[in-house]
């Protein structure tokens, strides 16, 4: 969707390396999440944020950390990345008011050799 | 914690057929959201419903809230192949939780 966008959107890297998946919007949305979306597991939470410097994990958050540090950019970071961590990430976007709705990046799609 | 069960995991039909996906929560849920991922694509919003007992349509599509606020479905009516995709209902918590959580979705394939 315009106003949202993802990179990159595919890498492939190897297990105790450290990786960033960046989300950015021009939309000025509050909040902002990371999904990862596995087979036979659908979407899972793994942070979000509530505003700049104001971060709150999900359902799976363990190895992941993140930053806001402006409105615009929302930070996933994997410290050391496992092969566990291989999947489709999704970050999400919605207004502090009006319509209670998140709207999708592309995705970006990480592979933990 | 919150969970959120969606049946069946696959739905294959022919084109023509109808198709039903449910939803249940373990909590009362403040609202329920509809997502549908069309394959190698991302969630798109399909219709929020808010008020126990409620029932939307879009065209084909009708969308039910439980009257307990605990559950929900999605009905569509004589499918066709631009129907075929993985649709999610996603939950957010009563009492002002931020956390929207997912069902692991429904992928419905349509056969011609």
């Known amino acids: 969707d315009a106003g949202i966008t993802q990179s990159p959107r595919h890498k492939v890297t190897e297990t105790g390396t450290p990786v960033t998946l960046r989300c950015h919007q021009t939309?000025?949305?509050?909040?902002m999440y990371w999904y990862r979306q596995d087979p036979g597991h659908g979407l899972r939470l793994i942070h979000y944020?509530?505003?700049?410097?104001?971060?709150d994990k999900g359902e799976v958050s363990d190895g992941y950390s993140v930053s806001r540090s402006k409105t615009e950019d929302f930070l996933l970071t994997l410290e050391s990345a496992t092969s566990s961590q291989t999947s489709v990430y999704f970050c999400?976007?919605?207004?502090?008011?009006?319509?209670?709705?998140?709207?999708f990046g592309a995705g970006s799609r990480l592979t933990v050799l | 914690g919150q969970q959120v069960m969606q049946i069946p995991q696959y739905q294959h039909v022919q084109e023509g057929e109808d198709f039903t996906t449910y939803c249940n929560s373990s909590?009362?849920?403040?609202?329920i959201q509809w997502y549908k991922q069309r394959p190698g694509g991302h969630p798109v919003f399909l219709i929020q419903?808010?008020?126990?007992?409620e029932v939307k349509k879009q065209k084909r599509l009708t969308f039910q809230f439980g009257e307990a606020k605990k559950n929900s479905s999605l009905h569509i009516t004589a499918t066709q192949t631009t129907d075929v995709g993985t649709y999610f209902c996603?939950?957010?918590?009563?009492?002002?939780?931020?956390?929207?959580?997912f069902g692991k979705g429904t992928k419905l394939t349509v056969n011609p």
């Open positions: 996603a939950g957010r918590e009563a009492g002002g939780s931020e956390k929207l959580v």
């Open positions: 939309e000025n949305h509050r909040y």
């Open positions: 909590t009362t849920l403040s609202n």
């Open positions: 419903l808010v008020k126990s007992g």
């Open positions: 944020s509530y505003g700049v410097k104001d971060t």
């Open positions: 999400a976007i919605r207004p502090s008011s009006g319509a209670n709705v998140l709207t």
